[in-house]
């Protein structure tokens, strides 16, 4: 490792604020466009599992004459 | 050859091998960032003249790298659905466009962070500057786009004349800093004659580039999985696919 305490590390001779928060955002910013589809995705097949189940439902109801 | 081409226009097909490639390709492009971020946040020398703030490099050139890389595959993705109204072309293109933003607004963020401690300013009008802005404009406008329509084929072809016509912009990103004097440095990695880094820093760099382009593959991926799912909800492969999600 380059520095020799973790306080060196966080303050990198003064320039600490600007490269951790430059880092900081940028890992939030690839989290946030990785999680999006993921949870687009599962909210689609949950939706659509619902709307199906519901379908099947209607359909035995009908079938006993309800 | 040609079998391959038609199996890349058929929906199910492409949305499980797109499901195949990212299950390695994901845990690849984590491990990949971890390490790049690490080693040049930690484990490289500073800068002789610029001290540690150029450590923000390792995600700067990357994100700025790929955010222009990405809008080839934009613009390529709207020429093919535009010429061939290839239907999963127009999915590619439409999956491109938030993740070009994301990289965009990336590479502008850390550029401005980088330049308080180096020029002395967050922001000046300089051409290379300037130019990645319009780069972010042209990404947010075909996400837009896609919005403002309700027909969506024609918002398809709204959008990949957008980024067609959002091409020129692109040689003058990469010429910026040769055709008008500039506050930003030139390039440091030449494909042809030596760099002018170290390699000692050239390394972490490269790493971080190829981590940078797996993120974008692996979000491309999944926008186009998504997407897919959502056009095709009422087929009969999506319907059992979200059967078989719920138990």
């Known amino acids: 490792m380059y520095f020799d305490s973790v306080e060196a590390a966080l303050s990198m001779a003064g320039h600490g604020g600007y490269v951790w928060s430059a880092y900081a955002i940028s890992l939030l910013v690839v989290a946030l466009i990785l999680l999006a589809p993921r949870r687009r995705q599962r909210k689609l097949l949950r939706r659509l599992a619902g709307e199906q189940k519901r379908r099947q439902q209607g359909h035995t109801a009908m079938e006993e004459g309800i | ?247």
């Open chain 2, 1 to 247: 050859m040609w079998s391959f081409f038609h199996k890349l226009g058929s929906p199910p097909w492409l949305y499980r091998i797109a499901g195949t490639i990212l299950r390695w390709l994901l845990p690849i492009t984590l491990v990949a960032l971890c390490v790049g971020m690490t080693w040049g946040l930690l484990y490289t020398a500073p800068d002789f003249r610029q001290g540690n703030s150029y450590r923000i490099i390792y995600i700067h050139v990357p994100a700025a790298v790929v955010a222009l890389a990405g809008y080839y595959v934009m613009a390529l993705a709207g020429a093919v659905s535009l010429i061939w109204k290839m239907k999963m072309a127009d999915v590619a293109m439409k999956a491109c466009a938030p993740i070009g933003a994301a990289l965009t607004f990336i590479a502008l963020v850390t550029g401005a962070i980088w330049g308080k401690p180096t020029w002395g300013t967050w922001w000046v009008w300089d051409a290379r500057i300037t130019s990645m802005l319009i780069l972010l404009f042209l990404y947010l406008g075909v996400v837009a786009l896609y919005e403002a329509y309700d027909n969506k084929e024609a918002a398809g072809k709204a959008c990949a004349v957008l980024s067609l016509v959002g091409m020129v912009n692109i040689p003058i990103i990469y010429k910026s800093v040769d055709w008008w004097y500039s506050l930003h440095q030139p390039a440091s990695i030449k494909f042809t004659g030596d760099s002018t880094i170290d390699p000692s820093m050239l390394y972490p760099l490269l790493l971080m580039i190829a981590a940078f382009y797996a993120v974008f593959t692996c979000c491309l991926l999944m926008n186009m999985r998504a997407e897919i799912l959502e056009r095709e909800a009422r087929t009969n492969w999506v319907k059992k696919l979200a059967l078989e999600y719920r138990t």
